[in-house]
DNA sequence: AAGATTCCG
C-alpha cells in the first residue's frame, strides 16, 4: 500500500478513530456475508445431489456427449457414432437441438469450402510473387549465423543481425566440439540409400536443407509389429485386460504401500503410463474412500476432466455422475455419491472458496503438474499449507520427467515414484546451419520428407494462424507445381480459432497412398493429439503472452520456445512408431540458446483474480506466500494497489466486504467492481452482458480475408457513438432478441462460438449477482448509468486526450492509441475509459468508452481529486463527425 | 489504419 502514488488521498491520522469504526463494521458484514454465502453452499450442494442421483446414466452420457460436441477437440470417430446413437434413440429436445447443430455447423462449412477455394485462386498470382519475394529475402539472409527471432524477418536489413560471436567461429569452438560429441551418425541425407530416389528428388525440389542427426528421444517400444497386434488386440480386450497392461499396473502395489507411508508423494509418469485413469482406482480399491470421504484429480484442461471421468466410469462400470463424476465451469456433474472427482484445476482453486480446509477429500492429485498453469501453481502452495494441518490427506503431485526433484524440493523432499511411460523412440536432426526463413524451411522440409521419406503424416509446429496460412498457400502451389510426380499431400491447418468442422478434419484417416501434413499452433503440443505422426518438424518458435506489471500492459510476441517444449513437441512424433523430429535450429542452438524450462505462468500474467481470491481464503502475507517460482514483486504490488483502490481491501489490508463479494466472481477485479457498481446504478441487466461480453476474448466480429469490406460494414451497424462497451452489448441484445440465432451470426459476420460462450459466462454470472444479493435490473434507455457503471469499476483505465493529439493515461502519463477497431477511432473524445491496454504494433486501448471526468469524482471520490481532472485548455475539443456514429 | 497462442474460472 505504501506505493501509493502521492497525489491519491491517503486517509488523515484525524480521520482514524471514525475509519477503525467502519473498519469493524464492514468487517462484520463482510463475515455475516459470508455466513450467508456458506449456508446457501450447503442448500445446494443437497439440492444437487438429490437431482443428480436421479439422472440416469443415459442422461449423464449425453450431457457429456452434448458438450463433446461442442468442444473442438474430439474425435470424429466418436461423434459420428454419438451422433448416429442419437438418431436412433429417442428424439426428445436434446436431439432436436444437434440436429441443428449439424445442420448449421454443415452450413457454415460449405460455405467456407467454397469462398477457400475462390481465395486460392484469386490469390495464387499474388502467392507466386510472395514466394519469389521470400526466396529473394532467404538468400540474402544466407551468410546468418544466428538463431533468432523471427519478426527480424521481413525488415529485410542484414545490418540488423548480428553475427556470430568470433570465438564461435573457431574450428574448434566450444559449439563444434559439443556438436561432434553428440553426433551419432554422419550426416542425414534424404533418400541417401536410395540413389534412384535420390536423382528423381533432386529433380524435383531446387533446394534442400542438411540435417545432422543428434540425440535420440528414449523410447521403450521397440518394434511396430508388435503394438499394431496389441491395438488390433486391445479392440476385443476386457476392461480389466486393457487395465492390466498398462503399464502403471505392475506398480499398483508398491504405489499403494507408498502412498501409505508418505503423506506427499512425487509421480513421475509419462504420457500413456495410464496413471490418470488408474491411480484413483487404485486408491479406491485399497479403501481410501472408505471413510466417506473422496479422491480428487485434477486437470488443466476441461476436455480432459470431462473424458478422463468418463473412461474411469465406464472402467467401473458406474454411472457417470455417481461414484465417478467431474467438475468444470459451467457443469458440476458428481452427487454425494461421487467418490472419484475429476476437475479443472481452476476448479478446485474456487472450491477453496466454499472448502478452505478441502474437509471432503482423502486424497487429492495434481495431475499435469509440470504444465504449470497458474492455478496449479497455486494449489501447490495451498495444499501444501493444508497437508501440515492435515496429516490424514494424502497428496500426490504428478508429473512428466525432469520438474520431479524441484516438486519434490518443494514439498519436504518428498519420494518420487517413477513410472515409465509407453513410447517409441524419436529420432531427432538439426539443421547444419541456421535457417534464415523458418517457413519457407518448413516448407522445403515437408516437401523433402515427402519426396524421400516413407510413408506416415507430417506434423508442423508454427506460431499462429497468419503463418499457418502462407505456409498452407506455399505448400499448395509447390506441390502443383511438382505436379503428380509425388503421392498426393493433404495439406491441413490447425488453429484454436478455426472453425469446428476443419479442425475435424485432421483426425480422418490418411487415404492409402497418401501422406497428410497437419500445420499447427502449439495446440498440438499439448491439447490434442493426432494419431499416426511419424515427422515432427520444429521450428522452434511459439507466440507467448506476457504482462508488464509497470505499464500494466500485455503483449503477444514470438519467443524462442523452452527445451522442455521442445522435447514435448518431439515426443509427439513417437506415439504409434520410431519416429522423427526435425529442428529447424543447430545443436548449439539447442544446447546453450533455448531456456530449459517455459516461464511459468503466473510469473507472466496480470494476477489481480488470484491474488482477490487468495486474500478471501484468509491468506494476508501474499508477499511471502509459499511459491514455487514466486511472481515478480511488482505484480503482486499492483495487485493489492488496485484492490484497494477499488475497495476490496481496506487500509489494513484486510478485505472488505466489497471485496468479499468481488471475490465470487470468477473475473478480473475491475470486471467485478463493475457489476458490483450496477447495483448502484440500476442497470445489472446490461452491465452484466457488457461483462459476458468482455470475457470472450475479442474474437466476437469475424473478418474472412475475402471478406473483408462485408464484415467491416456489418460491424459498423452495431457502432455506439459512445464506444465499444455499448457496442458489444448492442451484439448481445440483437443477438439475444434473434433468438440466439446461428443464422443471425452468420449474416452479421459474428462469430457464434464466441456468443454461445458470452451466453454461458452471462448465464453463470447471473446466477452469481443472486448470490451477491444483488437484483437484475434493467436502465437500457440510459446509456450514462451505464457508462457510470463501467467507470466505476475500470477509473483506473482513463485516458486524456492530449494537447499533443494523442491519448495519455492518466495513471502512466504514457501516449496511448484508440485500436483501430474502435468505435471511437474517428471520434476523439477529451476523456475515455479502456478496458485493456495491449501492445502489438503500438500501444493500443482496446474496447473503449467515452466518459465525463467529473463521473471520476463520483465514482471514485478516494483515488481522484478534481484538481487533476480540470481541463488544460479551455476550447472544446473539435470532434470529427464521425460518418460511423451509427446509434440505435 | 490493425491483425487472434493456448488454456482456465
Known sequence: MEKRSKRHHTPSPSDSDSAEETRAKDIKERDEFAKRLRKRDEEKVKKVSESSSKRSYEEAAKRLKLEAEDRDKILPKLRIQSRRKYLQKRKDDKVIE?????????????????????????????????????????????????????QDLGKGEKGE???????????????????????????????????????????????????????????????????????????????EETKKSLPVFPFRDALIEAIRNYQILIVEGETGSGKTTQIPQYLHEAGFTDDGKKIGCTQPRRVAAMSVAARVAQEMNVKLGNEVGYSIRFEDCTSDRTVIKYMTDGTLHREFLSEPDLASYSVMIIDEAHERTLHTDILFGLVKDITRFRPDLKLLISSATLDAEKFSTFFDDAPIFRIPGRRFPVNIYYTKAPEADYIDACVVTVLQIHATQPLGDILVFLTGQEEIETCVEMLQERTKRIGKKLKELIILPVYANLPTDMQAKIFEPTPEGARKVVLATNIAETSLTIDNIIYVIDPGFAKQNNFNSKTGMESLMVVPISKASANQRAGRAGRVAAGKCFRLYTAWAYKHELED??????????????????????????????FLDPPPHETLVLALEQLYALGALNHHGELTKAGRRMAEFPTDPMLAKMLLASEKYKCSEEIVSIAAMLSVNSSVFYRPKDKIIHADTAR???????????????????????????QWCYE??????????????????????????????????????????????????????????????????????????????????????????VFTSKEFMRQVTEIESKWLLEVAPHYYKSKELEDSTNKKMPKTVGKSANNF
Request: proline share 2%.
Open 98 to 150: 444437434l440436429e441443428d447443430d449439424i445442420a448449421d455447423d454443415e452450413y457454415l462449412f460449405d460455405e467456407s469450402i467454397l469462398t477457400e477455394r475462390e481465395k486460392r485462386e484469386r490469390e495464387h498470382k499474388k502467392t507466386l510473387l510472395q514466394l519469389a519475394k521470400e526466396h529473394e529475402k532467404a538468400r540474402e539472409l544466407e551468410n546468418v549465423q544466428r538463431y533468432h527471432m523471427p
Open 161 to 239: 543481425y548480428i553475427e556470430v560471436d568470433e570465438n564461435e567461429k573457431l574450428p574448434n569452438s566450444e559449439q563444434r566440439k559439443w556438436e561432434q560429441e553428440q553426433i551419432k551418425s554422419a550426416f542425414f541425407k534424404f533418400g541417401a540409400k536410395d540413389a534412384k530416389a535420390q536423382d528423381e528428388y533432386e529433380l524435383l525440389l531446387d533446394e534442400q536443407i542438411d540435417f545432422i542427426q543428434a540425440l535420440q528421444l528414449e523410447g521403450n517400444q521397440e518394434k511396430k509389429d508388435e503394438e499394431k497386434i496389441s491395438e488390433y488386440q486391445k479392440a476385443r480386450l476386457t476392461i
Open 597 to 626: 524450462n517455459t516461464v511459468p505462468e503466473i510469473q507472466r500474467i496480470n494476477l489481480g483474480n488470484a491474488v482477490l481470491t487468495l486474500k478471501a481464503l484468509g491468506i494476508n502475507d501474499l508477499i511471502h506466500f509459499d
Open 716 to 742: 459498423k451497424n452495431f457502432f455506439h457513438r459512445h464506444g465499444d462497451h455499448l457496442t458489444i452489448m448492442n451484439v448481445y441484445n440483437q443477438w439475444a432478441d434473434s433468438d440466439y440465432s446461428v
Open 748 to 837: 452479421n459476420f459474428i462469430q457464434y462460438r464466441s456468443m454461445k460462450r458470452a451466453r454461458d459466462v452471462r448465464e453463470q454470472l447471473v446466477g452469481l449477482m443472486e448470490r451477491v444479493e444483488i437484483d437484475m435490473v434493467s436502465s437500457i434507455s440510459d446509456d450514462t448509468n451505464i457508462r457510470k457503471a463501467i467507470t466505476a469499476g475500470y477509473f483506473y483505465h482513463i485516458a486524456k486526450f492530449s494537447k499533443g493529439g494523442h491519448y495519455k493515461t492518466v495513471k502512466h502519463n504514457q501516449t496511448v492509441m484508440i485500436h483501430p477497431n474502435s468505435a471511437l477511432f474517428e471520434e476523439l473524445p477529451r476523456w475515455v475509459i479502456y478496458h485493456e491496454l
